[in-house]
Every structure is written in structure tokens, then in C-alpha cells.
């Protein structure tokens, strides 16, 4: 098996992340409910349109080839980079915030930046209305920093910090009280 060019996408990420932030709060283990992040996958290839006999989300980068629009925002986008000194995005559809992505410095972000933006343009639909608000991206920030969190001893190195509420659920790693990357997505509409 080999590794896609994107991060896994919206709704993938969220169902791992949620479940795993749910285990580590309950009993301290980091396991995702498979069953979930499988059912995800699922929904997100036949959402897409895409066929893929191994059920593979990196099977989803083929739409990149096959739809021209998502093809040229993605060259759009990934060429543009993020901008001087931007350490994060944070994702709406439509009018609703649904993810953040922060890193700790610019440098942090660059290395991703493209497997960022094709992740979250596999999940874009055309069907949402309204626009992005500087307002709601801030009542989005603040749902997530009043998040309960777990905290554990990183895998590697550092300090995970795992983060749930009703509305929010994420992910942070830091190394000394710095954020290295930190993801959060919204869990309801």
C-alpha cells in the first residue's frame, strides 16, 4: 500500500480523532473505533463518486485528474503557499467552520501546506450556503480552547493533548508548552 499525496480528508480525521480523544479521556488509550474511521471512508468515497476496490482513501486523489474545477483550485492554491508568517488555516463550508490546522511556525506549515489543501478540497461541496466570517472563525478558536483536555506523553517526543467538548474534537502535539501541530474539527452543524 502506498501513502496518498493528501492528509486524509474531513470527515476521516474527524471519526479518528473524535474516537481517539474519547478513548484517551475514558481509559487513557490511544485506539480509534475502526469501525467508525472504515464507515468514514466509506461515505467519503461514495460521496465522491469514487470507485476503489480496496476501499483506499488515497484513491480519492484521483479526483484531482478527473474534475478539472477541483483540479485548478488545488494548482491555485498549492502554488500560492501560505502566506508570509501564516501558521494555520481554519476550514468552512459555506458559512460553517468545520476544521483548524495550526502549526507552529510557518516553516511547520509549508511542508503540508499542499497535502492540507488537497485533503479539505476532497471534502468541498458546492451545496453549502453563506460565507466564511472572521466572527465565526473566532467562536470556532474559542469552542476550541474551552475544550476539555487529556493530556499524555507523545509517542515519540512531547505532549499530546487531546481535546473534546459537544461541538469540538482535536488534537494537539507540543514540544516545551510550544505547539508543533494542532487539528480540530467541528462535530456538529
Known sequence: MTRGDSFAPTRVRRAKQSSVSERV????ERLSDQHLVWSSVEETL???????????????DALFLTDQRLGAALDSLAERGPL???VGVIVFHGRRPVAAEIFGS????????TAIVRSYLIDATTTEEGSPSLDRAIRFLRRIRK???VTAPGV????????RSDRVSGQALTWDGTILHASAFALAA
Open 25 to 28: 479521556e475514558f481509559d487513557g
Open 84 to 86: 508570509p508568517d501564516q
Open 156 to 163: 515519540g517526543l512531547g505532549v499530546e493533548h487531546h481535546l
Open 106 to 113: 510557518t516553516d511547520l506549515l509549508r511542508p503540508h501546506w
Open 46 to 60: 461514495h460521496d465522491r463518486r469514487i470507485t476503489s476496490e480496496t476501499r483506499n482513501i488515497a484513491d480519492a
Open 147 to 149: 475544550a476539555r483536555q
